[in-house]
């Protein structure tokens, strides 16, 4: 496993907060930045991250596609199960009802879960499949843009 495997974790990890910030996400990466947004008022989508291969290159491109609709949250945000491993137990602690799965969407209002898309519904699936569940989501919970 040596030093080139953690190089390739580490540029994997790189590649996937990237993709991630880049479809407009703001990365929560201590339980305190966690705390603080996901308490506050309004709606908020948490995609929590992973390196897993199959379902991350699922999730990310949903999280990016899946947020150019007429309606969506308020705030969007994402934590990185695995790698900020705080700010990740801290998330969870809102999506009360639901285990632990990454990756995943969590859909809250004025801190509390509303929805939640979970592996099981994104792993094995195409992208498309999981926007469209997110989107109906953003349509019984969001306000327009």
Do not use: W
């Not at 926007?131 to 109906?136: G, I, N, R, Y």
């Amino acid at each position: 496993m040596g030093m080139d495997f953690n190089l390739f974790m580490n540029d994997v990890v790189k590649q996937a907060r990237k993709e991630i910030v880049a479809a407009g996400y703001t990365e929560l990466t201590t339980a305190e930045e966690v705390e603080e947004v996901l308490n506050a008022k309004g709606t908020a989508l948490v995609m929590v991250n992973s390196v897993c291969g199959c379902a991350g290159g699922i999730a990310r491109p949903a999280a990016f596609h899946a947020v150019h609709y007429d309606k969506r949250p308020d705030r969007l945000l994402t934590v990185f199960a695995g790698q900020d491993k705080d700010a990740t137990a801290r998330a969870r602690e809102f999506f009360v009802g639901y285990p632990p799965s990454s990756p995943s969407f969590a859909l809250l209002k004025d801190g509390e879960i509303l929805t939640m898309v979970e592996r099981h519904e994104i792993e094995g699936h195409d992208p498309s499949s999981v926007v469209a569940k997110l989107q109906s989501a953003f349509d019984e919970y969001c306000e327009e843009v």
